[in-house]
């Protein structure tokens, strides 16, 4: 038996919770997408924004066109669909979603915008900034369910990766030897200041 709506979107909701970046830059955006775009093959498009709305990187995996694995124009239209959830509500579409449907309300949209809630955009949340999300990632293949599971476990491992690194212990090298003068050496005494030291 499959999940219930409910608890599909209590899940989604603790990933929100959980997952939160200590910082997050344009490179952070590349590597993120760049990690997730071979995971599920052709037919898929992929979007990272930040809630204003500046465009960090986008890019269609497989061809434009009516082909099988292919991704049509509406594929954009239905991710932007997905990112407007998430600034205007602060959740994953997925969780939304899921919570909509778990109240018995129509998930065709939220009022104002033209596409159905689907599951595949994840707001980026700062550790040190709890008030909204500063990002969203989203991919829109057609699946709700499978957009969200990729756009999530992308997110999980890439933190995961940033927290791996960010653990490993400094290069360690032995202290050099601080070399004595060699006017200092064998019991010399050198005066600094008013004290005299022995060497």
Request: with cysteine; aromatic share 6%.
């Amino acid at each position: 038996m499959p999940p219930a709506a409910a608890d599909l979107a209590t899940q989604a909701l603790a990933e929100e919770m959980k997952y939160r970046f200590p910082s997050f830059s344009a490179s952070d955006a590349v590597a993120l997408v760049a990690s997730s775009r071979h995971l599920k093959g052709k037919g898929l498009v992929i979007s990272i924004q930040t809630i204003g709305g500046h465009v960090l990187f986008a890019c269609t995996v497989g061809d434009l066109g009516n082909g099988i694995g292919d991704v049509s124009m509406d594929s954009w239209a239905c991710l932007e669909g997905m990112i407007n959830t998430v600034k205007r509500t602060g959740h994953s579409s997925f969780y939304v979603e899921k919570g909509m449907s778990a109240l018995g309300k129509s998930t065709t949209g939220i009022p104002g915008d033209p596409f159905p809630v689907n599951g595949g955009a994840f707001p980026i949340w700062m550790e040190n900034a709890p008030c909204c999300p500063i990002a969203v990632v989203a991919c829109y293949s057609g699946s709700s369910q499978e957009d969200h599971a990729l756009v999530a476990s992308t997110v999980r491992d890439y933190l995961t990766k940033l927290r791996r690194n960010s653990e490993e212990p400094a290069p360690s090298m032995p202290e050099p030897e601080q070399p004595v003068p060699v006017g200092l050496r064998n019991n010399s005494k050198v005066k600094l200041g008013d004290r005299l030291i022995n060497f």
